[in-house]
């Protein structure tokens, strides 16, 4: 399972495959990180800096996090994609197509100016939350998909 946690400033990524629970996240952000709770992750319960922290002791890297810099990602079930923008102006987008063997995710791109700040990871997170949510499968033709899903 793919999620992704967001608020203004950062981003949270969970890829629950990666997950052996070591339980430094509840232990270290307890107000933050709550099994029992749905949804699990609350960012608005801590502070940014101590919600990094937690995150950089996660053993598998099950949990990752990265800045927003000010670029939203937003899913547009419409055109079959999920679309960074940045001030107005799309700088990216992670592609897929509906068919009958599931969500295939064909093409991921970010505007090489925003390269390294995680932004092709923010997409495909949201479109494979996305068909997660649908019960939908995943076909990942999109090589830097088929990582995040092969782990």
């Known amino acids: 399972m793919h999620r992704l946690y967001e608020n203004e400033d950062i981003t949270v990524f969970w890829d629950s495959d990666k997950c052996r629970h070591a339980k430094m996240c509840v232990t270290g952000c307890p107000e933050v990180f709550e099994f029992t709770r749905k949804p699990w992750i609350i960012l608005a319960n801590g502070e940014n800096k101590d919600i990094w922290q937690t995150i950089e002791k996660c053993p598998t890297k099950a949990l990752t996090v990265t800045y ?15 679309v960074a923008t940045h001030n107005g102006t799309v ?55 088929r990582k995040i899903v092969e782990g």
């Not at 197509?97 to 700040?117: A, C, L, M, Q, R």
């Not at 499968?137 to 090589?143: G, P, Y």
Request: hydrophobic content about 35%; charged content about 30%; proline content about 3%.
């Open 68 to 82: 927003n810099h000010e670029v939203n990602i937003t899913l547009d079930k419409e055109t079959h994609r999920s």
């Open 91 to 145: 700088i990216g987008e992670c592609d897929y197509e509906i068919t009958p063997e599931g969500w295939n995710i064909y093409h991921t791109e970010v505007d090489p100016s925003f390269g390294g700040k995680n932004i092709a990871k923010r997409l495909a997170f949201k479109v494979l939350e996305a068909a997660e949510k649908e019960k939908a499968s995943v076909i990942a033709t999109c090589s830097y998909v």
